[in-house]
């Protein structure tokens, strides 16, 4: 026997069974060995796993069972004792690692599976996570749609548009099958249906307001579900239909009165509408949280929107009725002005047409008196001129009276003689009193100057008045006229507490008292008198035929004059005496007493020369400059001349009478000079008379002049005769009364 | 030439020069201001204005020889010489400034300048006439006679 190291194999050699086990040993060497190949693969892909050192003893352990069963392959056959020994030093080894490994799995297992129960968890909370998304996106939806719906709402400011897109938008957002809106009406007991989304005009439906399911609607201001049996939703005959579930909500309507000035309006407005939302009756929907808030808010906005929509139809009804305001005022102001523009044409019609015949009666008339006339004649002349006379007084007196009234009565201010003003009184009375045989005296005090300066004309016409009423109402006895100089201490008189006259260096007061001995007045009638057109029946007598104008204008002119007039009686029969105080002003240091100023020259006589008139002459144009000199050398002027408006405002002083100023001067406008020279000289007295010459002396030249203040526009070319008599009218009268 | 014969030629010459329209009535106004105190009136005011107008006139031929005409400017000389030409009476001249501004007002430089020569023309000629006139009143003078009035 050969003495071989083999090993005898344990089984027998049967061929059949043989082959099996060793194809099955091959075959599991070789997936042991590709398993944990496959392991290390898939956990390099891998990132996460944790437990990498496990694998390398799990990997061993399955490395080595390949092993041993890799070595058995050879065991079936015989063999050497190096591959028994191989195998067993395998076999050992994979014993020790399969247990270290087996007693590792009892560690990590546990460890593993919790794993899996954490993915679970997670897997749950992103679930939920996904819920609670989705839940949000269905409200910020909701959101949106409140947020469009609140902008078509606003956008508009007609209420009904307001109300009717409410309605679509709302059926529209949440898929209603019906939306209606009741209204309260007017008297408040019954709730009208208005609009309804899909039922046509809805007309004569009406609940009483007082239902209990209405009344618990407005008593809170949520949605409330009620239901779709109440009156107020059944809108349709609903038939075989399963209805949907039913809505309501309160709309407050507010109105204007409700929003006090600090307060916002309290929930004490009564009046709510009411607005029903149907969802569609056969699904199966219910009314969600997030749809109720919907319908909330939608409310709230409809109540502000028909409020701003309540409030514009307030404003544009109150601006209708201001513009209608606006048209009837214009109207009634147009009108006014063409009334007097008309009246103010009259007048001027009036002041020349009228006076034309009359003077020229009173003139001829008297005239006639002259000559020689027999007795009955001469009455009859008497009583013409008596009659013309009186004619001319109311014609003067209406029109004098009425521009009195508008205040457009300027008092025409010259220096005026008043001893002879008071001998032309007399002088005119002087024929009345002789013929009724009454005396006439006049006494003027020594120290009432020779010449004032105020009116003379008006108070010609004062003083005539007040004589000729004393006349008029004196049958026998006489007038006796004084005059003096107020002093102080008379100046206050009992009669006028109130007047309280201080006269001045360049203004005295002056008295005057006119006392007859006629019928005198009862004191009662005093007041009276001087109010328009009111007579007093005692006063009537066959010569009174006044129009009861005079004593009012007397009265109207002496307060322009800033004085006082009235009358003292001591009763009928008694005499009456009428006293009037005015202020007149002196003739002061200017130049003025210098100049024969006789204005009692009729305005038809025009002075020829006017020496040492000193007058200022501006005019930017040499040739022109000097012609205009030349012209008012010629008629004796004193002549400065400048070229421009600095150098006029320089040189101008209150010696200057005049200033011609030509027109169209470049630099300086002509109006501003006019202005600054009035600026210059307050005292109206001491201002030179400021004339504009032009060119083209159009009445938007005549306005502009006027309106700053010149005193006159005379159209170039101006002759030697134009320019004396435009001279010869300023100094009579301060103005130019026509362009010349 | 005897003075008769000076004083017909002179109102002749007067009176044509109204009939054509060289002076107006403004003219006659300014004789009326010639008096004692004034001798020369006339004769100052017309040369004055001949001086004026010369000035004028250049100012308004430099004026409209510029690139970019300065229409304000030859507004306002035309507006002097208005003026002046109406104070003494030259009324071909003052209507040619009067056509002289419209077309300032249109910005038209061609048609000014037309009118501008026009005005000069005119000017030239009133010119000529006023210095025979006053040729004729020194030999009027000279001889012994006196300036006869012209209606």
Known sequence: MESCNCIEPQWPADELLMRYQYISDFFIALAYFSIPLELIYFVKKSAVFPYRWVLVQFGAFIVLCGATHLINLWTFTMHSRTVAVVMTTAKVLTAVVSCATALMLVHIIPDLLSVKTRELFLKNKAAELDREMGLIRTQEETGRHVRMLTHEIRSTLDRHTILKTTLVELGRTLALEECALWMPTRSGVELQLSYTLRLPNPVGFTVPILLPVINQVFSTNRAVKISPNSPVARLRPTGKYMPGEVVAVRVPLLHLSNFQINDWPELSTKRYALMVLMLPSDSARQWHVHELELVEVVADQVAVALSHAAILEESMRARDLLMDQNVALDLARREAETAIRARNDFLAVMNHEMRTPMHAIIALSSLLQETELTPEQRLMVETILKSSNLLATLINDVLDLSRLEDGSLQLDIATFNLHSLFREVLNLIKPITSVKRLFATLSLAPDIPEYAISDEKRLMQIMLNVVGNAVKFTKEGGISITAFVAKSDSLRDPRAPEFFPVPSDSHFYLRVQVKDTGSGINPQDIPKLFTKFAQSQTLATRNSGGSGLGLAICKRFVNLMEGQIWLESDGLGKGCTAIFMIKLGIPGRSSEAKLPLVSRVPADHVQTTFPGLKVLLMDDNGVSRMVTKGLLLHLGCEVTTVSAGDECLRVISNEHRVAFMDVSIPGKDIYEVAVRIHEKFSKRLDRPLIIALTANADRVMKENCLRVGMDGVVQKPISVDKMRSVLSELLDHGVLLEAQ | ?151
């Open chain 2, 1 to 151: 030439m005897e003075v008769g014969q000076l004083q017909r030629s002179f109102v002749e010459f007067t009176e044509s020069l109204f009939r054509e329209g060289f002076l107006d009535a403004q003219f006659c106004q300014l004789q009326q201001l010639q008096d004692e105190n004034n001798p020369d009136f006339v004769i100052e005011v017309v040369s004055l204005f001949f001086e004026d107008s010369e000035k004028l006139l250049n100012d308004l031929t430099r004026a409209l020889d510029q690139q970019d005409v300065d229409f304000k400017k030859v507004d306002a000389c035309v507006h002097q010489l208005k003026g002046s030409s109406s104070s003494i009476g030259a009324e071909r001249v003052k209507n040619a400034c009067i056509a002289f501004r419209n077309f300032c007002d249109e910005l038209n430089i061609d048609a000014c300048l037309r009118c501008l020569q026009h005005v000069k023309q005119e000017y030239l000629l009133v010119k000529n006439k006023l210095e025979t006139l006053f040729r004729l009143e020194q030999q009027i003078l000279a001889a012994g006679g006196a300036i006869p009035m012209v209606e």
